[in-house]
């Protein structure tokens, strides 16, 4: 019987026995990487804080298992990772990271910080357009119109 590509990663490739939060062992790293974000997180922050883009809250470096997502709308169930070009050497990390989204039920869409940086408008309609396709299970009552 051939293996399937995910049997490699162990039943839990986002950390033995990981949960979608654990604040304890996470808050510190997530504050150092706030504080350290690059200039295409701090742009992309500025468009996805406070709910304005679409009324959807988003957080930064919110805790899945052993790893952090750059941003993340749960209500939307969707992660957003801006890489830099050290993710051009590290695929097999990313894919690892994004199937370990995947598994907690959340879709992930990853942009170049350039394109951040340089198509910041393109980038935000996209995340629109992917929030879109697929309406919350989530209730929306705290939604702000926009």
Known sequence: MKASPRASLGPFPCGEGSKLTNYRERK?????????????????????????LGGFKFRRQFPMGVFLADFCCVEARLVIEADG???????????????????????????????????????CEQIMSEIKKYPSPIGRGRRKAG
Request: hydrophobic fraction near 30%; glycine fraction near 2%; aromatic fraction near 10%.
């Open 28 to 52: 510190s790293p997530a504050r150092e990487l706030r504080r350290d974000e690059t200039e295409a997180e701090q742009k992309l922050w500025s468009r996805l804080r406070d709910r304005k």
């Open 85 to 123: 070009n050290h993710h051009r050497s590290r695929a097999f990390d990313d894919i690892n990271r994004a199937r370990c989204m995947e598994d907690f039920g959340f879709r992930v869409m990853r942009f170049w910080n350039h394109d951040i940086l340089t198509k910041t408008d393109s980038v």
